[in-house]
Structures are given as structure tokens and as C-alpha cells.
């Protein structure tokens, strides 16, 4: 299977099965499709029909480098994977997302968590946050590198519990043989001295949370008085991402359908001088009135599309930046593995609740049916443990004929349970946007 598309200058193909991309002109563009389609000879004819001043033996040529690509397994290429990933297995435990707040200082008209209460609202004990870090290292078999991410509601609420884990960790680190990467994911109002002393020299990388223009942000992160949070925020942002010397860190905003031109709120933060971003589309329930539609899908296509060619554009410049779901190593990626399992939830990866309960990740804490267990018992809910690390790109019929299935590993479980009810479901238009933002990751990597 072959995906060809042509984006502003540029005519790609890929090969889906082996990840090769070409970037080709018009005539071998038209003669990849016709060869797909009929073969050689169609191919040869094709193109001689279509292109007049293109001489008989400059056809042969391509024709046979078509065929020498084929037969390198570059085009066309067989799916050696769909037996592998039967063997894949279950892997061991790497990451916990330390849900060390269910309170939070905001109240953001499109959160998922109840204004990030999870329909409760409590703060983690450094107690239980501590026999989190054992119950990871103890899971982990194996593996060295260990990810935590603070996460709430607003962890800041409770950075005294944090900086009590993250010690207790570095103390685990030096009997263990493990190795801890934090990261931290904040709305920004407590920022303080001592948040950026600490979260700079700990923190692996610190998320921060801003949608972009002033009118867009305060429309939707609004204070719990009222009110928006830009102006408090933007100054406190600046002076930590300063004193990271801009590493480490990412700008984390959320679009919905109140701006579409969200491609403005990227620019925005752009100009602010932050230069590593990521603007995540919104997922509501159905019939919210932030949530988007298969309607918004051209207008959003376009934003990506004019958002690749500026930041080519500003790269020439000397003022580019990052933009986190363009980022894409076209040479190399991601393991076989991280490919066919993704993003390991319910198995490699888990979210911790204040009470120490364990779920598959932040988004399904509160439903009793997705509660796996808690940080002094373990997994107990295996089942639901076996069912998730069974779900791949080869379990979804709509994934199994997908050019972009090997970079996408099947999506988020989360937004396709919430979607259609079915861990092995498919959240359709969240793959309409992945593949656009593939489309214009290639053009921006070749």
C-alpha cells in the first residue's frame, strides 16, 4: 500500500508497510499511481500519453526504477508486521502519570476532569506518592529509564507532596539501578522562585498550559473567580522557560471549535519567543458545543497546511520553532514495538490517583469500570490489563488498511472508547487530523 499527496512544492509518496518516503516530481508522481494501478506496461503507456516531451527510453528508465524500488521492498511493499505484533507480548511498566492533585485553581470551560476535580477533589499524601515510585520500580523489570508525570488538576496545589516524591526517587535511584525523568504539567499561577529552582534542576520537561491569543485563552481558562489567567501567566512562563535556557519544556495549548483559526494562537505564542509548541485539538463528548465535527475538518486541514509552510518560512528566517506533532525522524522513529503497541496504556503505563488507585491513564480515572487496582496491591483488574495490551494497529479493522497505521501504532484508546464505546474502536476524526499533520510532518522533515 502507497500513499501519494501533493503538498504546496512537494510530490510525496509512502510506502506504508516500510515507511520509506519519496519525494519524486510530477512525472514519476503520476507514473508510481499508474504502476500501482495496472503495472508496467499501463504505467508506460500512461505516461507517454500524458507527457508528450518525455522521450520513450526516459519512461523506460523510470519504469525500472519503479520496479528496482519494488523489489527492494520500498514501494508497494509487503506488511511484515502483522504476524509480530500477534508475539508482541505485554510489556513491563515505564511510566506513571501522579495524579498528585484532584483540586484545581481553574476552571477551563473544555476540561475533561470536572474543572480537575475527577468528580471528587483531593491532594496525594507523600506517603502514598512514595509507594507509587516503589510500586513502579518493583513492575519494571528490566528497564532503567522510568518516566513519572505530575499531573492533576493542578499539581502545584501540592508541590510540597511533589518535591517529597521526586526525593524519595533520587534516593531510590542510587540502591536501584533505575533512573527517574520527571515532567511536570502546570496551568502556571503558582509559579514562584522556588517552583523554577526546583522544576529546573529535576524536571526532564515541564508542560504549560496557554491556548493562545489573549481573547482565545481567557474565553476558556478561566480563573475560579472569573476572569482569565493570560496576563498572570504569560510574564511567569517567560521567566521559567529563561531559566531553562528554552529546553525542556513545551507550550501546551488546546484548540476547539470556538477558533478554528487556531493556526493564529500558534503564531501568538510563537511571537511571545517560546519556540517549542504543541496545540492539541479538543475531545468533549458528543454534541458539546467546544467539541469538533467532521464539518471542521477542511478549515483545520488548511490551518495545518499554511502552519507547515510558515514554519518553513520562518525557519528560513532564523526564527523558527517546534511544533511537537510535526517533530518526525523520517530515517528512523520509533521501535517495531513502540510502533505495534503504542502508547502502552492499561501496561507499560498507568495513572495514579490521590488515593493511590490505579487506572489506565488520566483519562479514564473516575469510571469504576477502568479501576485496575492501587499502588500497594497492583494490577488486579488483569483482564481489563490483558484486553488493553491486546488492542494494536492488526485488532482495528479500520486501522489494518491504513497507510498511516505504523506511525499512529492505533491512536489513543481513551478518545475511541469515549467515541464509540470499544477499546479497540477507532476516535475517526482524531485520525483525520493525525494523518493531515503526518502529511505535513514529511513535507517539513525531507
Known sequence: MIHAYKLADHNIVIDAASGSIHSVDDVAYDAILAYERGGGRAAEKYIGEKYE??????IIELISDIEELERQGKLYSTDMFADAARSVGTAPL????????????????????????????????????????DFLVENSNGRRNLDVDFFGGEPLLNWGV??????????????SGKKFRFTLTTNGLLIDDDVIEFANREMYNVVLSLDGRPEVNDSTRKL?????????????FKRLVEARRGEGYYIRGTYTRDNLDFLNDILHIADLGFKELSMEPVVVNKGESHGLTQEDLPKLFEQYERLAMEMLERKKEGRGFTFYHYKLNVKSGPCIHKRLAGCGVGTEYLAVTPEGDLYPCHRFIGDSDFLMGDVWRGV????????????????????????????????????????????DGVYELGCELFKKRLECAVVLAI
Open 53 to 58: 516531451d518525455v522521450g520513450k527510453d526516459e
Open 94 to 133: 515505564k511510566a506513571l502519570c501522579m495524579n498528585v492533585s484532584h483540586l484545581c485553581n481553574m476552571d477551563c470551560s473544555y476540561c475533561f476532569a470536572g474543572g480537575g476535580e475527577y468528580g471528587g477533589g483531593a491532594l496525594m499524601s507523600v506517603e502514598t506518592g512514595k509507594r507509587a515510585v
Open 162 to 175: 511533589v518535591k517529597g516524591i521526586v526525593e524519595y526517587a533520587r534516593e531510590v535511584e542510587r540502591g
Open 224 to 236: 475560579r473567580g472569573g476572569g482569565g489567567s493570560y496576563a498572570e501567566i504569560v510574564p511567569k
Open 380 to 423: 488486579i483488574n488483569t483482564e481489563l490489563r490483558d484486553k488493553l495490551g491486546g488492542c494494536g494497529i492488526y485488532t482495528r479493522a479500520a486501522c489494518r488498511e491504513c497507510w498511516a497505521r505504523l506511525y499512529c501504532s492505533g491512536g489513543c484508546a481513551a478518545s475511541a472508547w469515549h467515541d464509540t464505546g470499544a477499546l
